[in-house]
Each structure stands twice: as structure tokens, then as C-alpha cells.
């Protein structure tokens, strides 16, 4: 499923963001950029250990905020990592700092002139928030950025499993109704 806002597509996509031929994908990383589980995890394996050396070089980075390395051995040229926010049941501004995690993932894309940006579901594994309510987030926080910026061409969100790719479809059908 895909959608044009401006110049620019929004496409879902069921697979393995490790895969992506794009100019940067997103990771789900934790404050101290060092690597972990999940996404995190997977990135840092598939990458290999430049993108660990130049995270040690960053020395972390706020939750709701991104900072960019290099690619290492992956498709995409560049890992844009950004801290989403751990869900305590989203009455701690968690709403606030999780679009605030893609758009300066966003942000980071367009000051390094990179057109093509792939991203995981942040924040929907260990730290827990609701797949709903954040494919929501999500998709509308990157829709507005791409309403108000032309410099992004194509923003796939890669969702690895078929249930988050099924909960995402329906919230992009919902924002784009009518």
C-alpha cells in the first residue's frame, strides 16, 4: 500500500528493514546507542561493527531526538538512530516524544540530503507502546513533515511481522480517508 503526499511516497512494506536499498533506515536504538535487542540488535549485526565504533564517537542521544552514522555493510549508506519512548501507558508524554522521534529522524535526513528514508515500527517492541496508537503517530508525523518538506522522496515503513503490517494498513487507510 502506498500514498503521494507532495512529491513524495509513503509505502508499507512486510519485511526485514536490514534489507533496504534506501538512503538511511531508522533505528529503534536505545539512549546509549550501543546496540541491543530487536531492530536495534538486527541493524547492528547486519551492519557490522562501524556503525557500533561511530555510535561510540555520538555518546548517546535523547529520547525523541535521532542522530546519523554510517550504513557499515547494509544496504541503506546511513543508520539514522532514534530514541523512542518507553510506553507507561501514555499519559507521560509519550504520544509527544515518539513523533518527536520521527520527525528529527526526518529532520537528520533532510540536513544530510538524503532522499529515500526507511522506517521500523519505534517504540512497539520492548518498550511496549500499543501498534495501534503508534502506526498512528507515526504515519501522521511523517505525512505532515512530507506536506511541509519536498527534499524526502520515498519513506517505506518496513514492518516485520504480517500483524503490524495489517495494523499499519488500517491506520494509513484511516488518515487518508476522504
Do not use: W
Not at 48 to 63: S, V, W
Request: net charge negative; proline share 3%; aromatic share 6%.
Amino acid at each position: 500500500m502506498r500514498v503521494t503526499i507532495n512529491q513524495s511516497t509513503v509505502e508499507l512494506v512486510q519485511g526485514d528493514i536490514t534489507t533496504q536499498d534506501t538512503d538511511a533506515i531508522v533505528n529503534a536504538a536505545n539512549a546509549s546507542l550501543r546496540g541491543g535487542g530487536g531492530v536495534d540488535g538486527a541493524i547492528h549485526r547486519a551492519g557490522g561493527p562501524q556503525i557500533l565504533e561511530e555510535c561510540k564517537t555520538i555518546g548517546g542521544c535523547k529520547t525523541g531526538d535521532a542522530v546519523i552514522t554510517t550504513g557499515g555493510e547494509l544496504p541503506a549508506r546511513h543508520v539514522i538512530h532514534t530514541v523512542g519512548p518507553v510506553y507507561r501507558g501514555g499519559r507521560e508524554g509519550e504520544a509527544e516524544l515518539l513523533a518527536s522521534a520521527y520527525r528529527r529522524s526526518l529532520e537528520v535526513a533532510s540536513e544530510n540530503g538524503l532522499s529515500s528514508v526507511a522506517f521500523a515500527s519505534i517504540s512497539t517492541g520492548a518498550y511496549g507502546y500499543p501498534v495501534a496508537e503508534a502506526s498512528r503517530i507515526a504515519l501522521r508525523t511523517v505525512m505532515e513533515y512530507l506536506r511541509a518538506h519536498t527534499d524526502i522522496s520515498l519513506v517505506p515503513f518496513v514492518l516485520f511481522s504480517a500483524a503490524d503490517f495489517e495494523v499499519y494498513k488500517e491506520a494509513l487507510a484511516e488518515l487518508t480517508a476522504g
